[in-house]
């Protein structure tokens, strides 16, 4: 099987939201996607960027996908998050998930940042056992703080 990984175009947006609705699906909250295809577009090809996004052929269909985005640490400066990588539950173990890691790195590499991070579920064993067999340092000291829309919301309401 030949595999092929490239820069996503608009024309793949359809098939990425595929891929992120199947994994979270995977990650039981198949109900939490609210981004649509449109946004996806415009976020990722409009005016203001706000992703960059990679994806992986097998047998010429979208099977994989890497989506980052640039940070900064106070600490070291420029920094790469990978927000998601994905590859479908069909082609896991297959390779693909590697052909993307690469592509996130030599990315990072020629943006010339201090560090990529990304979360990964402490269930996910599978994920885990494969970051850190690519070297990553996978920190179980630290805990993920989310503020979603409605706590936003509430926050500002409470200013």
């Not at 909250?29 to 981004?35: H, P």
């Not at 989506?67 to 990978?82: A, D, E, F, I, M």
């Not at 179980?140 to 500002?156: A, M």
């Amino acid at each position: 099987m030949e595999f092929i990984t490239r820069d996503a175009t608009r024309e793949d947006m359809p098939q990425v939201l595929n891929l992120i609705k199947e994994l979270a699906l995977f990650e039981k909250e198949a109900e939490a996607v609210e981004v649509t295809v449109d946004d996806l577009i415009l976020d990722g090809f409009g005016d203001h960027k706000l992703f960059h996004c990679f994806v992986a052929e097998a047998n010429n269909e979208i099977a994989g996908l890497a989506l980052v985005y640039n940070r900064y640490s106070t600490w070291k400066g420029p920094v790469l998050h990978l927000e998601d990588l994905i590859v479908t539950q069909k082609m896991r173990g297959s390779g693909l998930g590697t052909l993307l890691l690469n592509e996130v790195i030599k990315y990072g590499h020629s943006q010339g940042v201090k560090r990529i991070c990304w979360e990964v579920l402490d269930w996910n064993e599978p994920a885990i056992k494969f970051y850190q067999s690519k070297g990553a340092d996978v920190k179980r000291d630290w805990d993920v703080v989310h503020l979603d829309e409605k706590g936003i919301e509430n926050y500002i309401a409470n200013l």
